[in-house]
T-cell receptor, first 110, second 113 residues
């Protein structure tokens, strides 16, 4: 699986959009990009995933660059409950496991 | 909603005890996983199972074993608990082979004294 680079921490004002970047320059052609988050004292929660097209669901949007070397998770209107560690995880079809890195600790500020 | 239920939220055991951590999922998922999470080390995969009675080692299987006799239940066994197995243990399940949309339980915080 590809290695990832995420900023260790970010702040976002409540109600504003939170844009969380991830660099995955070694991603291979069959690897999807998955995003999870982990709120304190809870298990990780799946957010969204994509291959090369931008994706949107009720939680977030995922923007993947055309060369697929990086992606951005967008929380359009961050709330205090979005304070969590966010993980970007490339994962190929042949692998069962998710490899969690250190992620980005997002703090939403009132 | 998919539910992954771990039998205990907190557990305290003595060194040398045999410890069973139980996990049950209610969505007929093929795959089940056991992770442990430690500060500074993140989540690490211990074992996973892609079918009943099938198991595969993850990154850190030493000191652990697993059992999957029924599709909905995946047990993690510490044959002889040691203090370095004090950790948060997380169970997860996912459907099929092509998806990594995993659903996690709330975790079991195990302390070995």
């Amino acid at each position: 699986d590809a290695k990832t680079t995420q900023p260790p921490s970010m702040d976002c004002a409540e109600g504003r959009a939170a844009n969380l970047p991830c660099n995955h320059s070694t991603i291979s052609g069959n690897e999807y990009v998955y995003w999870y988050r982990q709120i304190h004292s809870q298990g990780p929660q799946y957010i969204i995933h994509g291959l090369k097209n931008n994706e949107t669901n009720e939680m977030a949007s995922l923007i993947i660059t055309e060369d697929r070397k990086s992606s951005t998770l967008i929380l359009p209107h961050a709330t205090l409950r979005d304070t969590a560690v966010y993980y970007c995880i490339p994962s190929g079809a042949g692998s069962y496991q998710l490899t969690f890195g250190k992620g980005t600790k997002l703090s939403v500020i009132p | 909603d998919v539910k992954v239920t771990q039998s205990s939220r907190y557990l305290v055991k003595r060194t040398g005890e045999k410890v069973f951590l139980e996990c049950v999922q209610d969505m007929d998922h093929e795959n089940m996983f056991w992770y442990r999470q430690d500060p500074g080390l993140g989540l690490r995969l211990i074992y996973f199972s892609y079918d009943v009675k099938m198991k595969e080692k993850g990154d850190i299987p030493e000191g652990y074993s697993v059992s999957r006799e029924k599709k909905e239940r995946f047990s993690l066994i510490l044959e002889s608990a040691s203090t370095n197995q004090t950790s948060m243990y997380l169970c997860a399940s996912s459907p099929g082979q092509a998806t990594r949309e995993a659903f996690f339980g709330q975790g079991t915080r195990l302390t070995v004294v």
